[in-house]
C-alpha cells in the first residue's frame, strides 16, 4: 500500500504563509480522492479540501476557502497544500489523506502553529 509523509509544518506568525507538503511512495495519478485534514487538541480531524480525481475540482471548508491552496504534481507523487494569512485558529496537526479506491492511506501529520 502507498504510505504518504507530511512535511512543512512549523511556527509562523499570524498573517505569514506556509506551504505542506505530502509526499506517496507510489502514484497518485489515478487516485479517487485526495484531500488535506486537520486537528486541533481536543477537537475532532476536519477536512479542509478535497479533490476528486484528475482534473477536478477542489472542494474547500468555509474556513480556509480563499487562503489555502491544494495542488498535485503527480511526477513526483506529492500534494501541497499552500496557506496564506494564517490565523491562530489555523494552529492543528495537518494530515493528508489518499484514496486509492480499495484502500485509503493517511499521513502522519503535520504540526502547524500559528503566534499571534
Known amino acids: 500500500q502507498v504510505q504518504l509523509v507530511e512535511s512543512g509544518g512549523g511556527l509562523v506568525q499570524a498573517g505569514g504563509s506556509l506551504r505542506l507538503s505530502c509526499a506517496a511512495s507510489g502514484s497518485i495519478s489515478s487516485v479517487k480522492t485526495l484531500g488535506w485534514y486537520r486537528q486541533a487538541p481536543g477537537k475532532q480531524r476536519d477536512e479542509l479540501v478535497a479533490v476528486l480525481g484528475p482534473g477536478s475540482s477542489s472542494n474547500y471548508a468555509d474556513s480556509v476557502r480563499g487562503r489555502f491552496t491544494i495542488s498535485r504534481d503527480n511526477a513526483k507523487n506529492t500534494v501541497y497544500l499552500q496557506m496564506n494569512s494564517l490565523k491562530p485558529e489555523d494552529t492543528a496537526v495537518y494530515y493528508c489523506?489518499?484514496?486509492?479506491?480499495?484502500?485509503?492511506?493517511w499521513g502522519q501529520g503535520t504540526q502547524v502553529t500559528v503566534s499571534s
Open positions: 489523506n489518499a484514496d486509492f479506491w480499495t484502500y485509503k492511506s
